[in-house]
């Protein structure tokens, strides 16, 4: 296949073009940085430079081509000020609705767009199991995930089949959610947050990276597709199975207060969580790599 992949350069994002490569496919980089990527990227089919505002994509960059996965957007993992919240919502829902005008200005759009979105779709749900079927949360996130797959959809009007894998907590080494929580694990001083009981459904990076090969080459995919691993848990699971996996103590519960201190609203959603099920992508029959959460910190940090 031939894909081209937004947010390359990004933690998915750099194993996502790795594991293309080895498959055999080719990949053409659309980039904010061209210089860097393609010093990141030199096995790159090519490299194409693409920023907002007021710079569309030339749609002849996509023709032929038999894929598009998009992951580009500010963080969501940051402190939320406003200046942050309207950075994150224009980066996610201006940059899909670019791409996906893009998609439908080409003669030969490509087959499917993957478009990564998250699993703070579904907002705060206590301990009700969700699967892709679940409603739309209505906090700033959700909000934003709404828009932002509304705008993938867009493409679905030239044929392309649209799949929005909704990432969980990714766990892997090198990066993701997992490297902001180690400094106070490897301390001794990490430890549940809050009273501990919220949801986090967790998922390995090397399974994102398979979901989404799958969501590109499969086309049983279509629509949401949650990337989670199969058997959530609670956040005092997960603190106990970080200390576990780096052999330090993990008993100190941190603070609601404390993080909103740092984090302001994003504190919430590390407060509260969701319980998320993958149920299409084990109907598809993908079979997770890392199901278990012990193997998959083990993995993460050594």
């Known amino acids: 296949m031939q894909v081209a992949v937004t947010g390359a350069t990004g933690f998915i994002g750099r194993k996502l073009v790795a594991a293309l490569d080895a498959a055999g496919h080719s990949t053409v980089i659309v980039t904010r940085r061209r210089e860097s990527a393609s010093r990141a990227f030199p096995n790159a089919a090519g490299v194409v430079e693409w920023d907002l505002p007021g710079r569309e994509l030339d749609p002849g960059v996509l023709e032929g081509l038999d894929g598009v996965v998009h992951m580009a957007g500010a963080p969501v993992a940051q402190r939320w000020t406003a200046n942050a919240k309207r950075v994150i919502e224009e980066s996610r829902i201006l940059y899909t609705r670019a791409l996906a005008g893009a998609i439908g200005r080409a003669s030969r759009p490509p087959s499917v767009l993957v478009s990564f979105s998250a699993i703070g779709y579904y907002g705060v749900r206590g301990d009700e199991r969700l699967n892709e079927a679940a409603s739309a949360g209505t906090d700033f996130l959700a909000r934003v995930c709404r828009g932002w797959e509304g705008e993938a959809a867009r493409a679905a009007d030239s044929g392309v089949r649209v799949v929005n894998p ?14 902001q929580m180690l400094t106070p694990f490897k301390m001794g001083v990490g430890g549940p947050i809050g009273n501990g009981r919220q949801w986090m459904s967790w998922v390995h990076v090397d399974d994102v990276i398979g979901i989404a090969l799958d969501a590109l080459t499969r086309g049983a995919l279509a629509g949401p597709v949650n990337a989670t691993a199969p058997e959530p848990v609670t956040n005092r699971d997960f603190s106990k ?11 100190l519960p941190i603070p609601v207060l404390g993080l909103k201190v ?3 609203g994003f504190a919430d959603i590390l407060a509260t969580g969701q319980r998320v099920i993958p149920s299409k992508a084990l109907s598809a029959g993908y079979e997770f790599r890392y199901a278990d959460l012990d193997a998959a910190l083990a993995e993460a940090v050594s």
């Open 166 to 179: 909704r990432v969980g907590i990714v766990v892997g080494r090198g990066g993701g959610a997992l490297a």
């Open 262 to 264: 740092l984090f302001g």
């Open 241 to 251: 199975a970080l200390g576990r996996a780096l052999r330090r103590p993990a008993v």
